[in-house]
């Protein structure tokens, strides 16, 4: 199913500008609030519930933050909560201004921070296709140019201006992040306004979250689009607890050399989104993320076998590429089949499968690693990964998803009164007679 080409509105460009400048902000944040912490302490479980305080409203809120973001105003809750988090910033640089700055202070903070990318990201994902009339091909643009500025200003940028930074001051980092925060704020409260969903009948917000999960699980589909990223996310995390101890151990890359190879996997995640569309027009959008899907898996079980540094840059790039390709085919198409007032709840539905998937990933790659080597979780990763790619090939197959377009876009026509219908068939059966007449005139 294709779609005329468009230009994507004057409205995108800020909402681009402002993700990029808060994915610059968090890229210096990721960075510097690990080396943070570790002017605190070298506790290493210190270091952990730093970490994973980032990541914990996910686990605890994923759902119900869905359900509330389908409640409120999808623009007014991206520039407020942009606009809190600019302001949350303010109390760890006072508390290294007073030398008061603590673990306990670091993980809370990484928290809330964590908690208002949960209400952000899933409002920036349930505002889009509203802002592009859930068009699929300006979807797929869209997505690629998000894509592609998020990896290049969190995953290129940030870090090492994190790093510089911190360097110069341990609160100019945070600093910084605020000041990404407040003018991506500014921008999103100049987005234009999108009508909200036509509300349901109320219900608790926990019945309403239990309805966009099980909406997602009901959904051959959807399921299919959800399980990709949550298997991913075993084998990819299982692979990155142990990549730096591969690295080392078994191809003699030292620090400076374990960057490259991450660099690596980042320019090919850039490549991957830039040609997803390309790769979605050619195959198909099921075919290309089965496609996508065996290609990382294919990567993996190349970077476990891999014989050198090159070798083992050029998997992680062609992985980081189907990873690429994988993030803008699949949010794209989901954000073209779910109905508006659902969005929130299945967008934050698949995201928090992902993130609970994570940690036992983590799990995963250290137990295996310890009681056998350190390939091991590589090759189990690739394993797990081809496996998935068998299963969810039928479920994401270019069949489903063309009915899904198809019903969606039936879904989107407005209904027509049945007398509008016959007051159009009369005009039409009038004009269509005289035309007639007159041509059979002419023709006697």
């Given at each position: 199913m294709t779609s005329v080409v468009a230009k994507l509105p004057t409205g995108f460009g800020r909402l681009w500008t402002a993700q990029t400048v808060s994915s610059l902000g968090d890229g210096v944040t990721h960075a510097a609030l690990p080396l943070l912490a570790l002017t605190l302490t070298?506790?290493?479980?210190?270091?952990?519930?730093?970490?994973?305080?980032?990541?914990?409203?996910w686990l605890l809120f994923g759902v119900l933050g869905g359900a509330l973001v389908d409640r409120w105003d999808r623009r007014r809750t991206m520039w407020v909560t942009d606009a809190a988090r600019a302001a949350?910033?303010?109390?760890?640089?006072?508390?290294?201004?007073?030398?008061?700055?603590?673990?306990?202070?670091?993980?809370?903070?990484?928290?809330?921070?964590?908690?208002?990318?949960?209400?952000?990201?899933?409002?920036?994902?349930?505002?889009?296709?509203?802002?592009?009339?859930?068009?699929?091909?300006?979807?797929?643009?869209?997505?690629?140019?998000?894509?592609?500025t998020q990896t290049a200003a969190s995953g290129f940028a940030g870090p090492p201006a994190g790093s510089a930074l911190l360097a110069l001051g341990r609160a100019l980092p945070l600093?910084?992040?605020?000041?990404?925060?407040?003018?991506?704020?500014?921008?999103v409260r100049s987005l234009?306004?999108?009508?909200?969903?036509?509300?349901?009948?109320?219900?608790?917000?926990?019945?309403?979250?239990?309805?966009?999960?099980?909406?997602?699980?009901?959904?051959?589909?959807l399921l299919g689009l959800a399980l990709r990223p949550a298997v991913g996310n075993v084998a990819f995390v299982a692979v990155e607890t142990v990549l730096a101890l591969f690295?080392?151990?078994?191809?003699?890359?030292?620090?400076?050399?374990?960057?490259?190879?991450?660099?690596?996997e980042a320019t090919g995640g850039l490549l991957g989104a830039a040609f997803a569309s390309?790769?979605?027009?050619?195959?198909?959008?099921?075919?290309?993320?089965?496609?996508?899907?065996?290609?990382?898996?294919?990567?993996?079980?190349?970077?476990?076998?891999?014989?050198?540094?090159?070798?083992?840059?050029?998997?992680?790039?062609?992985?980081?590429?189907?990873?690429?390709?994988?993030?803008?085919?699949?949010?794209s198409l989901r954000q073209t089949i779910v109905p508006a007032h659902l969005m929130g709840r299945v967008a934050s539905t698949s995201r928090m499968l992902a993130m609970c998937a994570a940690p036992?990933?983590?799990?995963?790659?250290?137990?295996?690693?310890?009681?056998?080597?350190?390939?091991?979780?590589?090759?189990?990763?690739?394993?797990?990964?081809?496996?998935?790619?068998a299963v969810t090939s039928?479920?994401?197959?270019?069949?489903?998803?063309?009915?899904?377009?198809?019903?969606?876009?039936?879904?989107?026509?407005?209904?027509?009164?049945?007398?509008?219908?016959?007051?159009?068939?009369?005009?039409?059966?009038k004009v269509e007679g005289k035309v007639e007449g007159k041509a059979e005139e002419k023709a006697v």
């Open positions: 070298r506790d290493p479980m210190a270091l952990a519930v730093v970490t994973a305080a980032g990541t914990l409203p949350l910033l303010a109390i760890p640089v006072a508390a290294v201004a007073l030398d008061a700055l603590s673990i306990p202070l670091l993980a809370a903070v990484a928290f809330l921070l964590g908690l208002g990318g949960l209400f952000f990201d899933t409002a920036a994902t349930a505002y889009l296709p509203d802002l592009l009339g859930r068009d699929p091909a300006l979807l797929e643009r869209a997505n690629s140019r998000l894509r592609g600093l910084a992040d605020a000041v990404s925060f407040a003018v991506s704020a500014l921008l234009p306004a999108v009508p909200r969903p036509v509300p349901e009948a109320r219900e608790s917000l926990l019945r309403q979250a239990r309805a966009g999960a099980s909406y997602v699980f009901r959904d051959q589909l690295a080392h151990e078994r191809l003699g890359i030292d620090t400076f050399g374990f960057g490259l190879l991450l660099t690596a390309f790769l979605g027009r050619r195959l198909g959008t099921g075919t290309a993320l089965t496609c996508t899907a065996a290609v990382e898996g294919l990567a993996v079980l190349g970077l476990a076998a891999a014989p050198n540094p090159y070798v083992a840059g050029l998997a992680l790039a062609v992985c980081g590429a189907g990873i690429g390709a994988t993030m803008v085919l699949a949010p036992f990933g983590a799990f995963v790659g250290g137990w295996l690693a310890t009681a056998y080597d350190v390939r091991t979780p590589l090759y189990t990763a690739a394993g797990l990964l081809l496996a998935m790619t039928t479920m994401t197959s270019n069949r489903r998803v063309e009915a899904a377009l198809r019903a969606a876009a039936q879904a989107a026509e407005p209904e027509r009164p049945a007398s509008e219908d016959r007051v159009e068939g009369k005009v039409e059966g």
